[in-house]
């Protein structure tokens, strides 16, 4: 179980130096959802260094942050604990890990309709979201009263170089998949 | 006259076209000029950097060029869209390899992180200044008791320093305090709205942004007051959210400088949460 090579993993694609956590808890003390979390997040870093990348990769707790960043603000080692919490999803979903799937899927969503209009399509990415997880009626009444003020946006807003746009997604797959190899 | 290159972002065009109309109001009374940046796209808010880092990098990155084509300030009202280009910017003109990267990725655009990204706060009093509004405002907001509600990303900017504060700001507070309003002391500044949850939890926004109003309730104040989009659009959805209580209405900054200007406010129709008893309380001067 332990994988002495997470550690460096984490650091190498992050930038932070997750090491030098001495638990403080300020991360944990400050944070707005940690009651919606299955482990604390001083716990996750220190579950980084020990090297328990399944404890990790298949907590509930890095699908819970907001991303305000409140943990990473108060960092006394300078740790952005939110960035760090950010890369871990990248790996879950790599490794088919994921506690939760509904937050990686409104992200891809949300971006699938800047990758095609150039801006956030709202009503676009909310209709695809609700068939995503077939419940379509559940905010009917919240999405009337925001049409009803005028607060959704009907159509999409296209941009004019939908063509770039589509080009800049391409181009960053494409690297990806380069760098990858 | 000075005219602010302008980055609406998805929110000012849609959900908050209030906030375009109050500050355009309020813009032109002290003439300050604004160009939209042609052909603007989104700047890959979180789901950008968190699906991929550079697809975030490159989505703000793309309007930081158009930006660099045009002038040397960026005013980008939104929290998120004002977050995510400040980190941009800054990455890009320190990191020699990212910007080769997203460079290849813009071309033909290029962008080099030289435009100075700028907020709502910084534009007024860069431009206008606390002892301008309180000699131009029409209207006593003597008996409005409002809360300042900065929300998390419009300080909290990660390895670099922010324009005020991070945990503790008040820049807000003192152009509140010029228009007149009576102004609370309170601590939920930089208490987080539920953010980006309101459709994939809806309860976890529904307890974070209550929290929030249960709080400015308890110090009675008349209102909330922010600059950003997103925690305005999660305290006003409150009703829907499934609130039963009573929900105090909640103001974009601007909206306080309309009611001291001009004693109403443009957006009254889009508020969610009523304004009307609040606006009431407006005297003039």
Redesign the interface.
Same mark, same amino acid.
């Given at each position: 179980m332990d994988d002495l090579g997470f550690l460096h993993e984490v650091e190498k694609s992050t930038g932070e130096k997750v090491s030098t956590c001495y638990q403080c808890y300020k991360c944990t003390a400050g944070c707005?959802?940690v009651a919606?979390m299955d482990i604390y997040p001083h716990r996750i870093i220190r579950h980084i260094i020990l090297g328990n990348r399944d404890t990790v990769l298949t907590s509930k707790t890095i699908w819970?942050c907001?991303?305000?960043?409140?943990c990473?603000?108060?960092c006394p080692n300078d740790i952005?604990v939110a960035?760090v919490f950010?890369a871990l999803? *990248?790996i879950s979903v790599r490794e088919g890990k994921m506690a939760e799937k /509904?937050?990686?899927r409104?992200? %891809?969503i #949300?971006?699938e309709s800047?990758r095609r209009h150039?801006?956030?399509h709202?009503m676009e990415a909310?209709l695809r979201?609700k068939i995503d997880k077939k419940d379509l009626f559940s905010?009917t009444?919240?999405g009337m009263?925001?049409l009803k *003020?005028?607060?959704?946006?009907l159509l999409p807003?296209n941009?004019? /170089?939908r063509k770039?746009?589509k %080009?800049? #997604?391409k181009?960053?797959e494409d690297?990806?998949v380069r760098g990858s190899e | 006259m000075i005219t602010l290159t302008y980055y609406p972002g998805?929110s000012l065009?849609?959900?908050?076209?209030f906030y375009e109309e109050s500050f355009k109001a309020v813009f032109s009374f002290f003439g300050i000029g604004h160009k939209e940046l042609e052909?603007?796209?989104?700047c890959?808010?979180?789901?950008?950097?968190?699906?991929?880092e550079?697809?975030g990098y490159?989505?703000a990155a793309?309007n930081l060029a158009l930006a660099e084509r045009e002038g040397h300030q960026l005013f980008a009202p939104c929290s998120a869209c004002y977050n995510r280009s400040m980190i941009t910017n800054s990455n890009i003109r320190d990191d020699r390899e990212l910007r080769e990267?997203i460079n290849?990725?813009?071309y033909p655009?290029q962008c080099t992180g030289t435009v100075e990204v700028k907020n709502i706060i910084e534009v007024l009093h860069d431009h206008v200044g606390i002892e301008t509004i309180a000699q131009r405002i029409s209207y006593d907001l003597s008996s409005i008791r409002v809360v300042p509600y900065y929300g998390?990303?419009l300080t909290?900017i990660?390895?670099m320093d922010a324009f005020d504060d991070?945990?503790d700001p008040t820049s807000m507070d003192s152009l509140i305090w010029s228009s007149g309003m009576e102004l609370l002391n309170w601590p939920y500044k930089?208490?987080?709205c539920?953010?980006?949850?309101t459709?994939?939890?809806?309860d976890?926004t529904l307890k974070?942004s209550a929290r929030i109003m249960d709080m400015a309730l308890s110090l009675k104040a008349d209102a909330i007051v922010t600059p950003c989009p997103l925690c305005q659009?999660n305290l006003d959805?409150l009703?829907?959210?499934g609130r039963t209580e009573k929900n105090l209405p909640v103001l974009f900054l601007t909206e306080v400088l309309e009611l001291a200007l001009f004693g109403t406010l443009k957006g009254t129709?889009?508020?969610?949460i009523p304004v009307d008893e609040m606006v009431k309380k407006v005297k003039k001067q």
């Amino acid at each position: 179980m332990d994988d002495l090579g997470f550690l460096h993993e984490v650091e190498k694609s992050t930038g932070e130096k997750v090491s030098t956590c001495y638990q403080c808890y300020k991360c944990t003390a400050g944070c707005p959802v940690v009651a919606d979390m299955d482990i604390y997040p001083h716990r996750i870093i220190r579950h980084i260094i020990l090297g328990n990348r399944d404890t990790v990769l298949t907590s509930k707790t890095i699908w819970t942050c907001l991303q305000c960043v409140t943990c990473s603000v108060r960092c006394p080692n300078d740790i952005d604990v939110a960035g760090v919490f950010d890369a871990l999803r *990248k790996i879950s979903v790599r490794e088919g890990k994921m506690a939760e799937k /509904d937050t990686w899927r409104f992200d %891809e969503i #949300f971006l699938e309709s800047v990758r095609r209009h150039g801006r956030l399509h709202e009503m676009e990415a909310i209709l695809r979201y609700k068939i995503d997880k077939k419940d379509l009626f559940s905010d009917t009444k919240m999405g009337m009263g925001m049409l009803k *003020k005028g607060r959704i946006g009907l159509l999409p807003h296209n941009i004019k /170089d939908r063509k770039g746009m589509k %080009e800049i #997604f391409k181009k960053i797959e494409d690297e990806k998949v380069r760098g990858s190899e | 006259m000075i005219t602010l290159t302008y980055y609406p972002g998805c929110s000012l065009k849609t959900s908050s076209r209030f906030y375009e109309e109050s500050f355009k109001a309020v813009f032109s009374f002290f003439g300050i000029g604004h160009k939209e940046l042609e052909d603007w796209s989104c700047c890959g808010a979180s789901a950008g950097r968190t699906i991929d880092e550079r697809i975030g990098y490159a989505l703000a990155a793309r309007n930081l060029a158009l930006a660099e084509r045009e002038g040397h300030q960026l005013f980008a009202p939104c929290s998120a869209c004002y977050n995510r280009s400040m980190i941009t910017n800054s990455n890009i003109r320190d990191d020699r390899e990212l910007r080769e990267e997203i460079n290849k990725a813009l071309y033909p655009l290029q962008c080099t992180g030289t435009v100075e990204v700028k907020n709502i706060i910084e534009v007024l009093h860069d431009h206008v200044g606390i002892e301008t509004i309180a000699q131009r405002i029409s209207y006593d907001l003597s008996s409005i008791r409002v809360v300042p509600y900065y929300g998390c990303v419009l300080t909290r900017i990660m390895k670099m320093d922010a324009f005020d504060d991070k945990e503790d700001p008040t820049s807000m507070d003192s152009l509140i305090w010029s228009s007149g309003m009576e102004l609370l002391n309170w601590p939920y500044k930089m208490e987080c709205c539920g953010a980006s949850k309101t459709l994939t939890n809806k309860d976890m926004t529904l307890k974070l942004s209550a929290r929030i109003m249960d709080m400015a309730l308890s110090l009675k104040a008349d209102a909330i007051v922010t600059p950003c989009p997103l925690c305005q659009m999660n305290l006003d959805l409150l009703p829907y959210l499934g609130r039963t209580e009573k929900n105090l209405p909640v103001l974009f900054l601007t909206e306080v400088l309309e009611l001291a200007l001009f004693g109403t406010l443009k957006g009254t129709g889009s508020h969610i949460i009523p304004v009307d008893e609040m606006v009431k309380k407006v005297k003039k001067q």
